[in-house]
């Protein structure tokens, strides 16, 4: 004879003390925080070492710091939008992520389309991997950054479909919205670390 | 009284050749310059590399202390509201805890029918 007390403890919902997928993504950006740290700081110290007016190299391109500005500000509202959309989620219900997590994604491609633009506009000048050591290190850092953004962007778009195919899962949205947030802040200390 | 004497000999000898040993492992590099940037360098470039280390230093023990008060927030959000759930619950009437072929279950009893 099953006991009524079992039954209770049954019915009730199981709880953790926090989100599993959350907690696999903190510690993935936990190891990447210390990737990108031990870029920035084989780059500072490398450009330290460089004699005064030497960089960069006089037969290399600067690059464009100005320019990526654009990039940086659609990155930056692009978190935004997330966060906008994480809040209308849990505050008025799935469909009213939508729009917000539709304009997210689409400047987070608009992101990823204007630095391979960028990429492209560099290498027409001389700039690759072997050309200089601005060279290897820009298609480092800024290379590690753009496949993270890719891949998130493709996490995002993953969020996005299964928003629109009502098909939203808390657990997973937070954990890429994490992953986004790590893309989306580490790029102005990028950019202006190795951009000026 | 051989053997108490001997060995404090080895070990004392043990003792300056480890001194010695962690000074000569110290002086290596700069002697060296087995590193072009602790070793040697300009001024900007020493200072970037202690600035570096500092930072690298710190980093992670910021990263673990945030994620610390991340999860003590959320712990303690959750023991906040630990009987919510359980008191929303509709908990259906207790059965009871008796064999069913007993007749004392606790119910009511019909009132006894008539003889005829």
Redesign the interface.
């Known amino acids: 004879m099953t006991s ?1 007390e079992l ?2 403890v049954h ?3 199981r ?1 953790g ?2 989100d599993h997928a959350l907690i696999g993504m ?1 510690v993935f950006v ?1 190891t990447e ?2 990737l990108f ?2 870029f920035v ?1 084989a780059f ?2 490398v ?3 460089v ?2 007016g030497l960089w960069p190299p006089p037969d290399q391109p600067r690059l464009p710091f100005e320019r990526t500005a654009l990039n940086t500000a659609a990155l930056l509202a692009s978190g935004v939008m997330v966060w906008v959309a994480h809040r209308a989620a849990s505050r008025r219900g799935p469909m009213a992520a939508r729009v917000p997590l539709s304009i997210g994604v689409v400047l987070g491609a608009l992101f990823v389309g204007l630095q391979g633009m960028e990429w492209a506009s560099l290498l027409r000048q001389g700039l690759t991997l072997a050309s200089s050591q601005i060279g290897s290190f820009f298609y480092l850092i800024i290379g590690a950054h753009a496949v993270h953004a890719v891949c998130a962007l493709g996490l995002l778009i993953w969020c996005w479909t299964d928003l629109v195919a009502g098909r939203y899962r808390p657990s997973r949205f937070g954990a890429v919205q994490l992953l986004w947030y790590f893309v989306v802040l580490v790029w102005p200390v990028l950019w202006l670390v190795v951009y000026r | 009284m051989r053997m108490k004497l001997l060995t404090r000999v080895v070990l004392a000898s043990l003792a300056r050749a480890s001194q010695w040993s962690a000074l000569f492992v110290a002086m290596l590099p700069a002697r060296a310059f087995a590193c072009a940037v602790c070793g040697g360098g300009n001024p900007a470039n020493r200072f970037a590399f202690f600035m570096m280390t500092i930072v690298m230093s710190l980093l992670p023990l910021g990263l673990f202390a945030v994620a610390f008060l991340w999860l003590r927030a959320r712990l303690l959000a959750r023991n906040d509201s630990e009987f919510e759930e359980r008191d929303a619950v509709n908990v259906p009437p207790r059965p009871a805890l008796v064999d069913s072929t007993s007749q004392d279950n606790g119910e009511t009893l019909p009132p006894p029918v008539p003889a005829a």
């Open positions: 009524p039954h209770v019915s009730l919902p709880r003390s926090t903190a936990f925080i210390m740290a031990g700081s500072v110290i450009r330290n070492a004699m005064p």
